[in-house]
């Protein structure tokens, strides 16, 4: 699994927790929040782009994203809810990471979702299937993780 780093270059998983992790220690006195959002663009096959940001509250953030490719999917609600999976399966991971050195972090995932138009009727089930996971979750306009970040990388792929 690779990471790309706009700032580093490609990067895989190890290293880019050993990034944030390094970017924490610079100001540990600060607060941090990890974030993780998924956002992807149907064409003939489907681009995911899965972003984590490390954000320094009030001071600036680093972010790595990775593209992965599928076959198109059949619906938006399928797509939607494989967006959340491939956020919550990274958070999970990222999670096991981090809380033995930096328990306190918090990680949100962002979802490129919202309570109206195409995503509306199914947004309360993603919410929950996050939420119960044990992670924040934020819908758009709070989702940038989602909606800015991983949306900038899914055009022109």
């Given at each position: ?32 929040r990890l974030v993780v959002g998924t956002d992807s663009q149907p064409r003939k096959e489907t681009c995911f782009v899965t972003a984590v940001i490390i954000h320094r509250e009030g001071k600036g953030a ?96």
């Amino acid at each position: 699994m690779y990471f790309l780093s706009p700032s580093k270059g490609r990067m895989t998983l190890e290293e880019m927790i050993r990034d944030i992790t390094c970017f924490i220690a610079e100001n540990p006195q600060d607060s941090f929040r990890l974030v993780v959002g998924t956002d992807s663009q149907p064409r003939k096959e489907t681009c995911f782009v899965t972003a984590v940001i490390i954000h320094r509250e009030g001071k600036g953030a680093r972010f790595y994203y990775r593209k992965t490719h599928t076959p198109s999917m059949a619906s938006l609600r399928q797509r939607i809810f494989r967006e959340a999976t491939e956020s919550l399966e990274l958070a999970g991971k990222l999670m096991e990471c981090f809380s033995g050195i930096y328990p306190q972090l918090a990680i949100e995932v962002h979802l490129d979702i919202g309570n109206q138009g195409k995503t509306g009727e199914f947004s309360q089930q993603v919410i929950g299937m996050i939420s119960m996971s044990g992670f924040l979750t934020r819908i758009k306009p709070f989702s940038y993780g989602a909606t800015k970040v991983a949306d900038r990388y899914t055009k022109g792929y």
